[in-house]
């Protein structure tokens, strides 16, 4: 099997190409800066996830940008701060400054050549405009978990993305499916026989960080550690065609 062999990219979008842990511990400085004793990085971002997944799952309908304030709330209530709404409000908007990793950008414009490039995300559609603006190219499709009314890692999701991309003409074996999150992304993958690369951002660090820990790993047919890497590969494997 080659990257060669495909002609869709579907992406995670969050921890994938833009780098979401960074730009949740920037905003969330405001709230941490008031605990009481020390939390590590990797503390502050498994209460995120584990708060997140839980509000996802209550409320799947809430557009990402709605929901970020709620998971702020229920963060300074277990780490014991008082927070007023605007405050809170304010975390929603946060997602606007997330940064792209550094790479994200020219491997996107490079792959655009030989892909096409969709977006299937837990995000709202206003916020993923702003990230994007920040990628710098135009996708062929974006679907969004408002378009969808649910999170992943939800089969809806997946259901939605393959419907639609089956309007489009694209069969599933055209597919490869390209994400850092094994919860969110690799497992619902394996449950649509979906063949799937592991861009693994975490490569340097213990646990799964913003995401929850899946209950078993799933598998994946490729893996690298950043999306520049994923290009590079590209590249290697048409010098050698």
């Keep these: 099997m080659k990257l060669s062999d495909f002609k869709v990219l579907t992406f995670d979008c969050y921890g994938t190409l833009i780098d979401w842990e960074s730009g949740m511990i920037a905003g969330l400085t405001a709230l941490t800066s008031r605990v009481e004793g020390s939390l590590t990085r990797d503390e502050i971002l498994q209460a995120h996830a584990r ?3 839980r509000q996802q799952k209550q409320t799947p309908t809430m557009r990402y940008r709605d929901l970020l304030p709620i998971v702020y709330r229920r963060l300074a209530e277990e780490w014991g701060v008082p ?7 304010a975390y929603g908007r946060s997602v606007d400054y997330w940064p792209a990793f550094p790479d994200s950008v020219e491997a996107l414009i490079y792959l655009k050549q030989h892909f096409k490039l969709v977006i ?12 994007n603006a920040r990628l710098g190219v135009p996708f062929d499709a974006v679907y969004t978990a408002e378009d969808i009314g ?11 993305m393959l419907n639609r991309l089956a309007e489009l003409g694209v069969e599933k074996q055209a597919i490869l499916h390209t994400a850092e999150s094994m919860f969110h992304d690799h497992g619902p993958a394996n449950r649509h026989g979906l063949r799937s690369c592991w861009i693994y951002r975490r490569h340097d660090q213990q646990g799964f960080g913003a ?3 899946p209950d078993s790993m799933p598998s994946f047919d490729f ?6 890497e994923f290009a590079d590969a590209h590249r290697e494997e048409l010098a050698k065609a």
């Design 51 to 53: 708060h997140e997944s």
């Design 211 to 213: 995401t929850m820990t």
């Design 83 to 89: 927070v007023d709404w605007p405050e809170c409000a």
């Design 150 to 160: 649910s999170y992943k890692p939800a089969d809806t999701n997946f259901d939605y």
């Design 120 to 131: 299937l995300s837990n995000i709202d559609n206003q916020s993923f405009a702003a990230s």
């Design 223 to 228: 893996t690298f550690n950043s999306m520049g």
